[in-house]
């Protein structure tokens, strides 16, 4: 089956930057989605990541490791408007997502 | 607008009474996805499609059934609700870019 493991809270202040780590166990492996969620709306793509190294889309970076089944996600410049629950994500053989419980974050003033 | 569309948004229904929730996409996605979304428990996919009459279960498939008629809808079926399917339920679509589009969600209680 498939685990992902990744903090439930984070909280930091505008202006910050945050880090939310990721680690994964599956079986069958072919790469790591991140997903933002606020209150009461949908998931939306934020990223990524099918090989290991750094992607970058403006204020977000999402990272990868496969030898050691882990990933991030980074946020930069943090505003109020970033605050949200993220997701992990991973991708199997199978064409399939699982997700993690998802890490929500809070920003503070 | 390329867009998921789900409806109902809001249902409440009672054990055993059969319902359909229906999702549509413009985007000629050739994937479907179901999920439930539970407090602590993240997103869970129930059943997912490759392409018309093919799909599959995911984690949590128990108490669903879908069809996969059209390329453009994805309904999902309970043909027998209880109260432990009360959910916030996602309809999602991709191509192989990995991106899933999400629709607004139907948040389902089963009394």
């Known amino acids: 089956g498939q685990s992902l493991e990744q903090p439930s809270e984070v909280t930091a202040v505008e202006g910050a930057i945050v880090q939310i780590n990721c680690t994964y166990q599956?079986?069958?492996?072919?790469?790591l989605s991140w997903y933002q969620q606020h209150d009461g709306g949908a998931p939306t793509f934020l990223s990524y990541?099918?090989?290991?190294g750094l992607e970058e889309t403006g204020r977000f970076s999402s990272f990868l490791s496969r030898s050691d089944s882990y990933g991030y996600l980074l946020l930069q410049e943090l505003q109020m408007k970033d605050s949200a629950s993220y997701f992990c994500a991973v991708f199997t053989g199978r064409r399939a997502l699982t997700f993690g419980s998802g890490t929500r974050l809070q920003v503070q003033p | 607008e390329a867009q998921v569309t789900q409806n109902p948004r809001y249902l409440i229904t009672v054990t055993g009474k059969k319902l359909t929730v229906t999702c549509s996409q413009n985007m000629n996605h050739e994937y479907m996805s179901w999920y439930r979304q539970d407090p602590g428990l993240g997103l869970r996919q129930i059943y997912y499609s490759m392409n018309v009459e093919v799909t599959d279960k995911g984690d949590v498939p128990e108490g669903y059934k879908v069809s996969r008629k059209e390329k453009r809808n994805f309904p999902l079926i309970l043909e027998s609700p209880s109260p432990n399917q009360t959910s916030l339920y996602f309809c999602?679509?991709?191509?192989?870019?990995?991106?899933?589009?999400f629709g607004p969600g139907t948040r389902l209680t089963v009394t």
């Open positions: 990541n099918g090989l290991d």
């Open positions: 599956t079986s069958g492996f072919y790469g």
């Open positions: 999602a679509s991709w191509t192989g870019s990995h991106e899933q589009y």
